[in-house]
């Protein structure tokens, strides 16, 4: 069994985090009434899964390129009031039908790809991970961005976020490893500063679940990017005092650090793929290392206000410059 997909993540363009309300309003064009609302542990909407037809060929590493015939399903989310997701997934499936049927067919099982071909499931995971490289290979990136573009075209948007960042986009493929009792392992790759992939492998009936874990893993991804980019940007020139970085540092304060909740959305049975990725690549360790620089910040800003209050009010008197002279005492009376 073979599951493929990508998710993009991004800041929503609002200059506040919506409440559940208007994150509904802007979330129903997409799919009506269909929009399933979670309170704990992060407010999370969701649309409804879409289908898009394809008729393609699966990227290999072996350059076999299989052809493929069905639909892939894709979705909107919005995270926190404030973060916005697209993915796009399908389970590659064969058959053993080698010709291709009407499409009434393969809507009739949505987010399937069925094979025309032979095809090798570690030769084509292996190739999807690497990206499409020709014009009739499947193409999940451009449907994820359309359905996040679609949530950032909506008219309730003010078009203010509070800061400018990136995409950050996720490729993954789960490989189903049997029936049989195995453990769920993950490699995770940063290949671009935009681009991440990482491949699953996991017990056939545990691969439904496997689509919120890399949704979680993405959005956790954008947190920690976007914040160390921030950091980066902010403390690696002189051009900004202890007050100005403060303020450039204020929206991750206001908007992300609340967000960090790896694994609270993902299934118990695949925590353990969160528990490889703490040990490695370390992502709670990397963003708690970055949390404390924002604060060290936020400290150093208030003691040099500080400073600088009571130097205006006189209320601590400056440190004297140069040697300190010793009190010399009544003189003498001179002799006549």
């Known amino acids: 069994m073979l599951t493929l997909g990508e998710v993009h993540t ?8 919506l409440s559940a309300e208007r994150v509904a309003k802007v979330l129903r064009p997409l799919s009506g009434d269909q929009i399933q609302h979670y309170e704990r542990p992060l407010t999370r909407g969701v649309t409804a899964d879409r289908p898009r037809g394809v008729d393609c060929r699966l990227p290999a590493a072996s350059k076999a390129n299989p052809h493929v015939v069905g639909t892939v399903m894709w979705r909107s989310t919005v995270v926190g009031g404030h973060l916005v997701q697209g993915s796009a997934y399908a389970d590659v499936v064969d058959t053993g039908e080698k010709r291709r049927l009407p499409w009434s067919h393969y809507t009739a099982s949505p987010g399937r790809l069925e094979l025309l071909t032979r095809a090798d499931t570690e030769d084509v995971a292996q190739g999807y991970l690497r990206g499409a490289t020709r014009p009739d290979h499947l193409d999940t990136a451009a449907i994820a961005a359309h359905a996040l573009d679609r949530v950032q075209r909506s008219a309730l948007l003010d078009r203010a976020p509070s800061l400018k960042t990136r995409r950050t986009r996720l490729r993954w493929a789960v490989i189903g490893t049997g029936t049989m009792p195995q453990p769920t392992t993950a490699t995770f790759r940063v290949v671009s500063p935009d681009l991440r992939t990482v491949e699953v492998r996991v017990a056939d009936d545990l691969m439904p679940g496997v689509i919120g874990l890399c949704e979680d893993l993405a959005l956790h991804d954008w947190l920690l990017t976007t914040v160390a980019r921030l950091l980066d940007n902010t403390l690696t020139t002189r051009r900004y005092g202890h ?8 929206p991750a304060v206001d908007y992300f650090l609340h967000l960090w909740m790896p694994g609270a959305r993902v299934d118990e049975s695949l925590t353990s793929v969160w528990e490889s990725l703490e040990r490695r690549p370390g992502f709670t360790r990397q963003w708690d290392t970055s949390v404390a620089r924002i604060r060290d910040q936020i400290n150093l800003t208030t003691i040099e206000l500080l400073r600088l209050t009571e130097c205006a009010t006189g209320t601590s008197a400056p440190a004297p410059r140069g040697r300190p002279r010793l009190p010399l005492g009544p003189r003498p009376p001179r002799r006549r």
């Open 243 to 250: 007050v100005q970085r403060t303020e450039l540092l204020r």
């Open 10 to 17: 991004g800041l929503l363009q609002n200059s506040v985090p």
